[in-house]
C-alpha cells in the first residue's frame, strides 16, 4: 500500500497484540507494537502515528493517565482498549483526549472499521480548506495544523487549534456551548463548561501574548463570541 498509514498498539497482552497485528498489517498498515508505556514513548520519539490503540491498564501505568500526557504532543487518533466500561471512566478518558472506544472483548472486523473510520476522519479534516489561511496578521497551516501571529507560532495544542478554526469560521457569531463541544470536541450535549472556559482561556492567553487582537465574549449560560481584528 503506497503511503501506508501507521498504527501504534500500546497493549500487553501478547496473544491480542499477534492478532491484532497480523489483521492489520494484512489490511497494508505499518504496525507498532509496545508493551508498555515506556515502549510507546520510544516510538513516538521517531515519529507520529495515525492511530494509537491504547489500553487502558498496563504494567507501567495507566493509559488514561499516558493519553493525558502525549494528548497535546501528537494529533493522532486515540482509540482506548479497554474491558472496563464505566461511564464515569469512559467520560474521564474522552476529557483528557481519547477519539474513541472498543471494548473487550471484540471482533477484529469492529477493530479494522473502527481504525479505517478514524483514518477517513483525519484524511477529511487535512482536505479541508473551507477557511482562507490568512487573517490579517494570523495564518493558518491547515496541513500541519500550525498558527502563527506576524511570523510566530502560537504553539497550539490540537485541541486549540480546531478551537480557533471553529471560531475563526464563526466570527461575529453568538455560538452555543453545545454547539462548540459538538464541532471541537465532537461530543454532544453542554459537555464540561469548566473544561471549555479553560480552553478558551488559554486560547486567549496565546493569542494575546503573540500580539493578536481578538476577543472572546462569554454571555452567562448561553455561550461565547469571537472577534477578531485583522
Not at 497485528?21 to 508493551?35: F, I, K, M, P, S
Amino acid at each position: 500500500m503506497p503511503d501506508s498509514k501507521r498504527i501504534l498498539i500500546v497493549e500487553d497482552n501478547e496473544r491480542l497484540n499477534r492478532l491484532n497485528c497480523r489483521a492489520l498489517t494484512a489490511e497494508g498498515y505499518d504496525v507498532l507494537v509496545a508493551r508498555t508505556l515506556e515502549e510507546a514513548r520510544g516510538h513516538l520519539e521517531h515519529g507520529e502515528p495515525d492511530v494509537i490503540l491504547l489500553d487502558v491498564m498496563l504494567p507501567d501505568g495507566s493509559g488514561f493517565a499516558f493519553c493525558g500526557e502525549i494528548r497535546d504532543k501528537v494529533t493522532s487518533h486515540i482509540l482506548f482498549l479497554t474491558a472496563r466500561i464505566e461511564y464515569e471512566e469512559k467520560i474521564e478518558g474522552l476529557k483528557l483526549g481519547g477519539d474513541d472506544y472498543i471494548t473487550k472483548p471484540y471482533r477484529l472486523d469492529e477493530l479494522l472499521s473502527r481504525v479505517g473510520a478514524a483514518l477517513r476522519r483525519r484524511e477529511i479534516d487535512a482536505r479541508k480548506q473551507d477557511a482562507p489561511p490568512l487573517y490579517g496578521s494570523l495564518a493558518l497551516d491547515m496541513t500541519r495544523r500550525r498558527a502563527s501571529v506576524k511570523g510566530a507560532d502560537m504553539e497550539l495544542s490540537p485541541k486549540e487549534f480546531d478551537l480557533l478554526l471553529f471560531f475563526l469560521k464563526n466570527a461575529g457569531k453568538l455560538l452555543r456551548t453545545e454547539e462548540i463541544y459538538a464541532a471541537v470536541w465532537r461530543q454532544s450535549g453542554a459537555g464540561d463548561p469548566n473544561s471549555l472556559r479553560m480552553a478558551i482561556s488559554r486560547l486567549r492567553k496565546k493569542i494575546e501574548d503573540g500580539g493578536g487582537q481578538a476577543s472572546i465574549e462569554a454571555t452567562r449560560s448561553t455561550g461565547y463570541t469571537f472577534h477578531w481584528e485583522v
